[in-house]
């Protein structure tokens, strides 16, 4: 008698679809603020930041274990933990190669759509599909709704707010006049130069962009894959080991898995830096609060992927934050501002909800 079968807080006994949507609703709040604490203090190049928000994870994984009573880890779990560890260190590049709105734009179809299609068609020999929703048609189109809603927030601009004390990253539009103006302090020197060298700096310069934004988009769509596939494995032992279990007490063996990966990262970073990395003892406690609010978030979706299935539960809970988020930025932050970007993440809003309310339907209808 495996001892992840016993329920004693009696979750398992709730009602299934709407402890699901519960538990979704409170994912997207947490997803959607949990990076708050980044934007109060300096990050540095976010490695140690990371690694902090990581050693809480796993102390909500340990508290998860103790409310659930139950004390079994699944290895293969701990492989989605980690997987998830890898593919979040890729943020920081992705970012400096091709901007924080097109990298988010990439990971975030890619990892919607992984787990959505995983969800409706299943994985052959590994994975059955969900049971199929009341309303396939409704399921279908809020999806592509929650697709679309990812795509119209891309045009909104952002402004960049510094946390005290920091320097805040350059956006794609910050970096533009920064270049011109490094090409007129360098006039004199291309007068200098033949118009075939000209031409032949130019191509360099062309293919060295072309390059960047090449691998940025390709670690965006292998980091969306990641967040995609990350909780496979849990769902895995679901399905073939625990399939009566309480979901979380698969939390601790994925957040162990979280903990390992970015470890292993940051004694690697460490390595390279000379054992000199950059450290903002400030960050800390903000890494902390960060890291309790994913872990208790990622600890809601097991719930929500067990109640709703993946087809549901992934579109819900990826496009969701993204309202918390902005509502974050322009309601404190004052990050976007002007009517017609006011405007345009309105229509997101409209986009966002009805995908959302749709997939609701989608189980009732």
């Not at 299934?16 to 949507?21: A, D, H, L, M, P």
């Not at 769509?221 to 679901?238: D, E, S, T």
């Amino acid at each position: 008698d495996d001892p992840a079968t016993r329920d004693p807080q009696g979750l398992d006994a709730m009602s299934g679809e709407w402890s699901g949507f519960v538990a979704a609703g409170a994912a997207v709040l947490l997803f959607g603020s949990y990076a708050v604490p980044t934007k109060l203090v300096d990050t540095q190049d976010g490695l140690f930041f990371q690694w902090v928000q990581c050693n809480a994870i796993l102390m909500v994984g340990v508290v998860m274990m103790f409310i659930v009573g139950v004390y079994t880890i699944y290895p293969i779990a701990i492989i989605g933990g980690a997987i998830w560890a890898i593919s979040n260190t890729t943020v920081v590049p992705i970012v400096d190669m091709i901007g924080l709105s097109l990298g988010m734009l990439l990971w975030g179809v890619t990892n919607m759509a992984t787990g959505w299609a995983v969800g409706t068609f299943g994985v052959p020999n590994l994975l059955t599909p969900d049971p199929a929703a009341s309303s396939p048609v409704l399921n279908y189109v809020g999806f592509a709704l929650a697709v679309a809603s990812i795509f119209i927030y891309l045009p909104i601009k952002s402004t960049v707010v510094k946390a005290r004390g920091a320097t805040a990253p350059l956006q794609e539009d910050d970096r533009a006049p920064l270049l011109v103006a490094q090409s007129s302090a360098s006039t004199n020197d291309v007068e200098q130069s033949s118009p075939s060298d000209v031409a032949s700096q130019n191509d360099s310069a062309e293919n060295a962009t072309l390059k960047r934004k090449v691998v940025g988009c390709s670690l965006a769509l292998v980091a969306g894959f990641g967040y995609g596939i990350n909780m496979l494995p849990v769902r895995w032992v679901q399905q073939h080991q625990a399939p009566t279990a309480n979901p979380l007490s698969f939390a601790l063996s994925h957040f162990i898995g979280v903990w390992m990966a970015s470890t292993v990262v940051m004694a690697g970073y460490s390595a390279a830096k000379r054992n000199v990395p950059q450290v903002n003892g400030r960050a800390v406690l903000a890494a902390m609060i960060s890291g309790l609010g994913w872990g208790i978030a990622m600890s809601m979706w097991f719930i929500a992927n067990s109640r709703l299935g993946l087809a549901t539960a992934f579109p819900i809970i990826c496009t969701g934050p993204s309202i918390v988020a902005t509502l974050w930025g322009v309601g404190y932050f004052r990050e976007i501002q002007g009517l017609r970007n006011l405007l345009i993440l309105a229509v997101a809003f409209v986009a966002t909800l009805a995908g959302i309310i749709l997939i609701a339907l989608s189980h009732v209808v």
